[in-house]
């Protein structure tokens, strides 16, 4: 069952995007060098003999021109588009700095990309739906959808991370939503995804249900029936997800996730890659969970009798009783978004607006309370990234520099694992870049996909060998937000690695491989 509610985009003309490239430019051996329209990014390959870049003095000259010249790696020029819908050509320089990771690198060139479709730019995001999917009986799923018209566009599925929702990617919903179509999930105790009934109802001498604590379901001490056996756990998330891709969007899906959600996309492309085209983690955590999996280690789950399930024991109510007050309070729910956002500029008063808001429902503390005992999944972060390297699931890695818990050492961790993937490090961006820099993960993922749909005939985002660019080297990527002009440093890592790094790897799999084999035959 579907219910849709909508959330309406802003109201304003959609203007068409028109392209002209040099029909020479589609021949050409040479990369494609982007110039960036009013809704995404085109590519032209003309190449200047003399390494200069050509300027037009007005858009009729730009029009009736249709191609673009490139600039010598070794000159210098300052990043201009003509104007702040980016209609016209993009300039790529370079100019000397201090590489984002500390190491001194030669160069940096300038990129002007798209910004949001806020409206003040002549563009209007896509109109957000609203639903209810019911999994199982109890249990409805919330979940946010966009741009369902693009019928020939890939599906994008994007997973929040611990404590939050849908919600937090409203920015990818009305931007991609134009031209894509995109979903955002909430997980089965987070955000909208709470029971619509106690699990664990209170009951009067007479045994009649009672409402007890309004704000405490869960806390009772009888579970009834649909509530049996649930746990808010990692791979109760994984089958959610599983039979969400296969009963509501029906086709496989490029995932996203950030923090847990990218260990749940992990996890979810390792299990099922019949079912994912492409897996993109934003500061993917790479661990979850504290107490053993019954499956994987069931003589020592034995010695934790309680794992997350209902009813919860009087112990962990009082505790959760003791900590919950101060977990949803507004001032510690913004101290926690300003430990994480490394730019304090962001605005999240509408997050700590929808955190709030959860925090409010009945259900709200025994479902933090699930979640933090919940057992470890079946399959570790690493085992997953083993399983879809084999299986040659594509991965993309995207990850906030500042970000102070799941740091870039764990992003260059899976790259070296899976040494085709495509890492982009981005500065200044902490623990949720997508909120952050939305613009700088839109035009990245919307590239990245372009890669991957074409096969790898469209080239990767960042990576043009037209201007000679060196793998590491440093791009500075500006955009207009509010009216604004912004940047950030975007460090990109391709699939070329080091020899060392190719033997790891290729060790690593067929040791993987060994393993199951003589798993198979004891």
Not at 22 to 31: F, P, T, V
Not at 155 to 181: A, I, M
Not at 318 to 332: C, F, G, H, M, Q
Request: hydrophobic residues 35%.
């Amino acid at each position: 069952m579907e219910i849709l509610s909508y959330r309406c985009g802003l109201c304003c003309q959609v203007v068409d995007l028109h392209w002209k490239l040099d029909a020479k430019c589609l021949n050409s051996r040479h990369s494609r060098f982007p110039i960036f329209g009013e809704r995404g990014v085109c590519y032209t390959n003309t190449i200047s003999r003399s390494g200069s870049m050509r300027f037009h003095d007005n858009k009729e000259q730009q029009r009736d021109s249709g191609s673009l010249t490139v600039i010598e790696v070794s000159k210098r020029m300052n990043c201009r588009a003509y104007s702040d819908r980016y209609e016209g050509y993009v300039i790529g320089g370079e100019k000397d700095l201090t590489d984002i990771s500390g190491i001194e690198e030669p160069a940096t060139t300038n990129l002007v990309i798209p910004g949001l479709p806020d409206g003040s730019n002549g563009e209007c995001g896509a109109s957000i739906s609203s639903c209810f999917w019911e999994w199982r009986p109890k249990l409805k799923v919330h979940y946010d959808k966009a741009g369902c018209e693009n019928v020939d566009s890939p599906h994008v599925l994007f997973l929040p991370g611990f404590g939050v929702g849908s919600f937090h990617y409203e920015k990818q919903l009305r931007d991609l939503g134009r031209d894509t179509r995109v979903w955002a999930l909430d997980f089965l105790g987070q955000g909208l995804s709470l029971p619509f009934e106690d699990p664990t109802p209170h009951y009067n001498k007479e045994g009649a249900t009672s409402n007890g604590n309004a704000s405490s379901w869960g806390f009772g001490d009888e579970t009834e029936p649909w509530a049996t056996n649930l746990v808010y756990s990692i791979d109760l998330w994984q089958d959610q997800v599983r039979y969400f891709v296969e009963e509501v969007i029906s086709e496989p899906v490029y995932i996203v996730g950030n923090s847990l959600g990218g260990y749940v996309a992990l996890y979810f492309a390792a299990r099922n890659p019949h079912l994912v085209k492409g897996v993109t983690l934003l500061n993917a955590t790479p661990f979850w969970g504290f107490l053993p999996n019954p499956i994987k280690n069931p003589r020592l789950a034995k010695l934790f009798p309680w794992a997350g399930t209902f009813p919860l024991p009087t112990s962990v109510r009082r505790l959760t009783e003791l900590v919950w007050e101060k977990i949803r309070d507004p001032a510690s729910i913004a101290e926690v978004l300003n430990q994480v956002y490394a730019d304090h500029a962001t605005n999240v008063d509408s997050l700590i607006s929808h955190i709030i808001d959860t925090t409010r429902h009945p259900a709200a503390a025994a479902a933090f309370a699930s979640i933090m005992c919940a057992p470890q999944a079946e399959l570790s972060f690493n085992e997953s990234l083993s399983r879809c390297g084999r299986t040659n699931v594509p991965i993309c890695l995207m990850y906030g520099k500042e970000d102070p818990w799941v740091k870039p050492l764990w992003g260059v961790k899976v790259k070296r694992k899976v040494p085709e993937a495509a890492y982009y490090e981005i500065s200044p961006a902490g623990h949720c870049p997508h909120d952050e820099v939305p613009e700088v993960i839109n035009f990245l993922l919307r590239g990245w996909i372009r890669n991957v749909e074409s096969q790898g005939s469209i080239s990767l985002p960042l990576l043009d060998d037209v201007v000679c660019l060196k793998e590491a080297d440093v791009w500075e990527l500006e955009f207009m937000r509010e009216g604004s002009r912004k940047s950030a440093m975007v460090r990109f890592l391709g699939s070329r690695i080091s020899l060392l790094d190719r033997i790891r790897s290729y060790m690593e799999k067929s040791g993987s491989k060994f393993r199951n084999s003589a798993a198979k035959s004891q």
